[in-house]
């Protein structure tokens, strides 16, 4: 797993949610919720409690990990609620970002845009009885 962006990301961060923010866009973290499960996270996570971290590389893979479990829906949350990472700076405040992280309320389907005479677009969701205007134009 290729670390650069994640290390450069902890060293120059200077608050939790910055950090959580930059390390779901890394591709160090979307690789690492791609190829193991929330246990396999969660499990890896617990074995990294019990050392000391001794160097940037070995928080930014902790990090990595914990973000990690964001993209593990319902799943993710819960689990991420019962960890406890006495040894990663933050842990408690990227744990709730973690476990509060969006969860999809809805779909919308749309089903046709419409391009008005400015080059703005409306467009109308099916089933529905309301259309999306983005800056409507006034006759």
Same mark, same amino acid.
């Given at each position: ?28 973290? %979307?690789?690492?919720?791609? +190829?193991?499960?929330? %246990? ?5 996570? /617990? /074995?990294? +409690?019990?050392?000391?971290?001794? #160097?940037? $590389?070995?928080?930014? %893979? ?5 973000? &990690?479990? +964001?993209?593990?829906?319902? /799943?993710?949350? /819960? ?11 933050? +842990? ?6 973690? &476990?509060?992280?969006? %969860? ?6 749309? $089903? ?11 467009? #109308?969701? #099916?089933? $529905? ?11």
């Amino acid at each position: 797993m290729n670390l650069d962006e994640a290390r450069y990301t902890v060293v120059v961060a200077n608050n939790p949610r910055f950090l959580f923010n930059r390390l779901r866009k890394n591709s160090a973290v %979307e690789s690492v919720a791609n +190829s193991n499960s929330a %246990e396999e996270i969660a499990n890896w996570l /617990q /074995q990294w +409690s019990h050392r000391e971290p001794t #160097s940037v $590389d070995d928080l930014a %893979e902790a990090y990595v990990y914990l973000v &990690a479990l +964001s993209f593990k829906e319902n /799943q993710g949350r /819960q689990i991420a609620r019962t960890l406890r990472l006495p040894g990663l700076p933050w +842990s408690e405040y990227l744990i709730d970002m973690v &476990a509060e992280s969006d %969860e999809p309320t809805g779909h919308v389907f749309i $089903d046709q845009m419409i391009p008005l005479r400015n080059g703005v677009i409306t467009t #109308s969701a #099916s089933g $529905d009885s309301y259309t999306i205007l983005s800056n409507p134009v006034n006759p």
